[in-house]
């Protein structure tokens, strides 16, 4: 059988995309002088740059204009093949659609992850994996679900405006406008656990990372209370305290109290769309890696996800990591199936250089890993 590598990154965040990571790993190995079969399937763990792995899979990438985070149309994308779709909340409602100074931690809608999954629908998905990190937003999905149908209203009979501090003031929920969705098994990919409420939950954790300040984070909170109260009651079930309620602002929450959504861990549902396990057949090594390998990876982060993918494969494929930077020991490595991990700061003290020429010294990088592992002259 061939030599085969399979190079299955995620993004190096703020300087490479999953996709450019396998490319410039792929040139290494070229230059390496590796003359086997390098297959390139860039990963995600639920957060931007899932459509793209998917689309990287075989599937269809299917653009669509939506309502972005602030109002404002966006153009976004969705990923389908056959009758699976791949939406990504980010696509629609990402952080990285609002400039830095103008963020809208209040006032965020998840309103076009809800027309992502209408339009979804209309072109036959009956099973929607939805894919819930980097967005913008804090509104519990509330958004979402009136971009389904749904009609939020205060104590005077008048709409909702958009975002989460203004569900404080919810009263009525009314469902009757909602698509049948009997048919359509929804999936959430998450790396979060977090619940909706309380220290842990959505507002407290992630809302200063989209630029609430400490009594943002208090109105933030007490609308995700009353949203909760109040759409719980609607469907007559709870799901404040479930694992994940709390991803991407709430948006967790709706999709499995509306939705009937199965949380996943993210890098799980993307192995499995990329048939994983049948690509590692014949592997001789796997590298994978992202931007920072750290402590945060070992908690359902893709590269981690990748290396157990591979160590259960039988028989066991061995896994070396790229990144920018490495922070992990090298116990802590080796317990979490890597053998090794190649970083960028190690042959580059200067970080604005490591950002700025990440792929020309991933490629460096490369053909390190290319002599240590497949025999090149190096």
Same mark, same amino acid.
């Given at each position: 059988?061939?030599?085969?590598?399979?190079?299955?990154?995620?993004?190096?965040?703020?300087?490479?995309?999953?996709?450019?990571?396998?490319?410039?790993?792929?040139?290494? &190995?070229?230059? /390496?002088?590796? $003359?086997?079969?390098?297959? *390139?399937?860039?990963? %995600?763990? #639920? !957060?931007?740059? @899932?459509? =793209?792995?998917?689309?990287?899979?075989?599937?269809?990438?299917?653009?669509?204009?939506?309502?972005?985070?602030?109002?404002?149309?966006?153009?976004?994308?969705?990923?389908?093949?056959?009758?699976?779709?791949?939406?990504?909340?980010?696509?629609?409602?990402?952080?990285?659609?609002?400039?830095?100074?103008?963020?809208?931690?209040?006032?965020?809608?998840?309103?076009?992850?809800?027309? &992502?999954?209408? /339009?979804?629908? $209309?072109?036959?998905?009956? *099973?929607?994996?939805? %894919?819930? #990190? !980097?967005?913008? @937003?804090? =509104?519990?999905?509330?958004?979402?679900?009136?971009?389904?149908?749904?009609?939020?209203?205060?104590?005077?009979?008048?709409?909702?405006?958009?975002?989460?501090?203004?569900?404080?003031?919810?009263?009525?929920?009314?469902?009757?406008?909602?698509?049948?969705?009997?048919?359509?098994?929804?999936?959430?990919?998450?790396?979060?656990?977090?619940?909706?409420?309380?220290?842990?939950?959505?507002?407290?954790?992630?809302?200063?990372?989209?630029?609430?300040?400490?009594?943002?984070?208090?109105?933030?909170?007490?609308?995700?209370?009353?949203?909760?109260?109040?759409?719980?009651?609607?469907?007559?079930?709870?799901?404040?305290?479930?694992?994940?309620?709390?991803?991407?602002?709430?948006?967790?929450?709706?999709?499995?109290?509306?939705?009937?959504?199965?949380?996943?861990?993210?890098?799980?549902?993307?192995?499995?769309?990329?048939?994983?396990?049948?690509?590692?057949?014949?592997?001789?090594?796997?590298?994978?890696?992202?931007?920072?390998?750290?402590?945060?990876?070992?908690?359902?982060?893709?590269?981690?996800?990748?290396?157990?993918?591979?160590?259960?494969?039988?028989?066991?494929?061995?896994?070396?990591?790229?990144?920018?930077?490495?922070?992990?020991?090298?116990?802590?490595?080796?317990?979490?199936?890597?053998?090794?991990?190649?970083?960028?700061?190690?042959?580059?003290?200067?970080?604005?250089?490591?950002?700025?020429?990440?792929?020309?010294?991933?490629?460096?990088?490369?053909?390190?890993?290319?002599?240590?592992?497949?025999?090149?002259?190096?």
């Amino acid at each position: 059988m061939a030599d085969r590598v399979l190079v299955a990154p995620d993004k190096f965040k703020g300087s490479l995309a999953a996709t450019e990571v396998a490319a410039r790993v792929a040139a290494g &190995l070229s230059s /390496a002088g590796f $003359g086997g079969e390098v297959v *390139r399937l860039p990963v %995600a763990d #639920g !957060g931007d740059g @899932t459509v =793209d792995a998917a689309v990287s899979a075989g599937y269809r990438r299917v653009e669509v204009e939506v309502r972005g985070p602030v109002g404002r149309p966006v153009a976004a994308a969705f990923a389908l093949l056959d009758e699976t779709a791949v939406i990504e909340a980010a696509q629609a409602s990402g952080l990285s659609l609002l400039a830095s100074g103008q963020l809208a931690p209040l006032t965020a809608s998840t309103w076009g992850v809800g027309e &992502l999954i209408l /339009a979804a629908l $209309g072109l036959g998905a009956t *099973r929607i994996v939805l %894919a819930v #990190g !980097g967005v913008a @937003t804090t =509104d519990g999905g509330a958004g979402l679900l009136q971009a389904l149908g749904a009609r939020l209203t205060d104590a005077s009979g008048a709409e909702l405006p958009a975002g989460g501090e203004a569900l404080a003031r919810l009263a009525t929920l009314d469902l009757s406008g909602l698509p049948d969705l009997a048919g359509v098994e929804f999936q959430l990919a998450s790396d979060v656990n977090n619940p909706l409420l309380g220290p842990s939950g959505a507002a407290a954790v992630y809302g200063p990372q989209k630029g609430a300040a400490p009594a943002d984070v208090k109105l933030l909170e007490a609308g995700l209370r009353t949203w909760a109260d109040v759409a719980e009651a609607a469907c007559g079930a709870t799901a404040r305290d479930a694992a994940g309620g709390g991803a991407a602002g709430g948006l967790g929450f709706a999709a499995q109290l509306f939705l009937g959504a199965r949380m996943r861990p993210g890098i799980e549902v993307l192995l499995e769309m990329l048939t994983f396990g049948a690509q590692l057949d014949g592997a001789r090594l796997v590298i994978t890696g992202e931007g920072s390998l750290d402590a945060q990876s070992l908690h359902g982060k893709a590269p981690v996800g990748v290396a157990r993918a591979a160590a259960a494969h039988d028989p066991p494929v061995p896994v070396v990591a790229v990144a920018g930077v490495c922070r992990l020991s090298t116990e802590e490595l080796r317990s979490a199936g890597f053998e090794a991990c190649y970083a960028i700061a190690d042959i580059e003290s200067d970080l604005a250089r490591c950002i700025a020429e990440a792929g020309p010294l991933l490629e460096v990088l490369t053909v390190r890993i290319a002599a240590d592992w497949l025999g090149t002259p190096g």
